[in-house]
C-alpha cells in the first residue's frame, strides 16, 4: 500500500469511528464503501478487521453488559458467526457488486419506510426464530462482503430499543460477526502480513473517532437518536448502490 492511501485511510477509518460512537455502526459499511472506490474491496475489508475488533470489544466494555446482550441476542450471535464464517471460504470466487448493490436498495427502502412509520414490534413467541433468520441472511451477507448490519439494525429495531441498549446489543452482534470473519481472512489468505499491520495502524484514528461519538450521542434524546440512525442508514444504502453501479 502507497503512503497516499495509508494517509486516506486515517481519514475515512477516523470519520468512520465518528459515525460508530454515535450510533454503535458504520464502521464496516462507510470504510468500505468508501476505500473500495481506490483499493480492491477485499484489501478494504482486510483493513478493517482490526480497527472492528477493538471498537467493538470497547463498544460492549463500555455498555457493561455482556451477560445481558448474551441471554437477549444468542440466536442471532450463534447463527451469524457459524454463518458468516462457512461464507468467508467464498468470499474469494464471487463478485460481490450484485451483492453489495441488492443490500444497498434493501437499506434504502427500510430506512424510508421507518422515517415514514416505525417497524413492527416481533412477538415474543417469534423472537428467537426471527433472530436466526435475521443470523442467516446477516452471516451470508457478511461473509461475502464485511457488511452484515442491515439485516442486525432491522431486527434491533423492532425490538424499540433505548439508545444505549442499541449501541450495546450492536456492539456484541458485531463483534459476533467480525471474530469468524477475521479467522477466515487468514485462513484464506486474504489477510496478508502487510494488510494485517495496514489494519493495526488503522485501531488508532478509529477508536478516536469512536470517542467523539461517543459525546455527540450523549446529546441526542430516543427519537433523535433513531431518526440519525435511519438517515445514516438511508445515506449508507446510496453509497451501496452507487457502488455497485460503478
Given at each position: 500500500m502507497s503512503a497516499e492511501i495509508l494517509i486516506l485511510a486515517f481519514f475515512v477509518f477516523m470519520f468512520a469511528g465518528v459515525i460508530k460512537g454515535t450510533i454503535g455502526i458504520g464502521l464496516p459499511t462507510i470504510a468500505i464503501s468508501t476505500l473500495?472506490?481506490?483499493?480492491?474491496?477485499r484489501v478494504a475489508i482486510a483493513l478493517l478487521l482490526l480497527p472492528a475488533l477493538f471498537t467493538n470489544s470497547w463498544q460492549i466494555y463500555r455498555g457493561g453488559r455482556v451477560m445481558h446482550?448474551?441471554?437477549?441476542?444468542?440466536?442471532?450471535?450463534?447463527?451469524?458467526?457459524?454463518?458468516?464464517?462457512?461464507?468467508?471460504?467464498?468470499?474469494?470466487?464471487?463478485?460481490?457488486?450484485?451483492?453489495?448493490?441488492?443490500?444497498?436498495v434493501m437499506v434504502v427502502l427500510w430506512a424510508l419506510s421507518s422515517l415514514v412509520k416505525p417497524p413492527a414490534a416481533v412477538p415474543?413467541?417469534?423472537?428467537?426464530?426471527?433472530?436466526?433468520?435475521?443470523?442467516?441472511?446477516?452471516?451470508?451477507?457478511?461473509?461475502?462482503?464485511?457488511?452484515?448490519?442491515p439485516p442486525m439494525v432491522m431486527y434491533l429495531q423492532?425490538?424499540?430499543?433505548a439508545k444505549n441498549d442499541f449501541v450495546a446489543f450492536t456492539g456484541f452482534l458485531i463483534l459476533c460477526g467480525t471474530?469468524?470473519?477475521t479467522i477466515g481472512y487468514l485462513l484464506n489468505g486474504l489477510l496478508t502480513r502487510e494488510l494485517a499491520l495496514g489494519s493495526a495502524l488503522m485501531i488508532l484514528p478509529t477508536l478516536a473517532g469512536f470517542s467523539i461519538g461517543e459525546r455527540l450521542r450523549e446529546r441526542l434524546n430516543g427519537q433523535q437518536f433513531q431518526r440519525f440512525v435511519l438517515v445514516v442508514f438511508c445515506v449508507m444504502g446510496l453509497n451501496l448502490i452507487r457502488r455497485a453501479l460503478l
Open positions: 473500495a472506490q481506490f483499493v480492491d474491496p446482550c448474551v441471554q437477549n441476542l444468542w440466536p442471532f450471535g450463534l447463527t451469524l458467526m457459524c454463518v458468516l464464517f462457512i461464507a468467508t471460504f467464498f468470499a474469494p470466487r464471487i463478485p460481490v457488486d450484485y451483492l453489495v448493490g441488492a443490500i444497498g415474543d413467541h417469534l423472537d428467537k426464530s426471527v433472530q436466526v433468520i435475521a443470523g442467516l441472511v446477516a452471516g451470508i451477507s457478511g461473509g461475502l462482503t464485511a457488511i452484515w448490519s423492532s425490538r424499540g430499543l471474530v469468524p470473519l
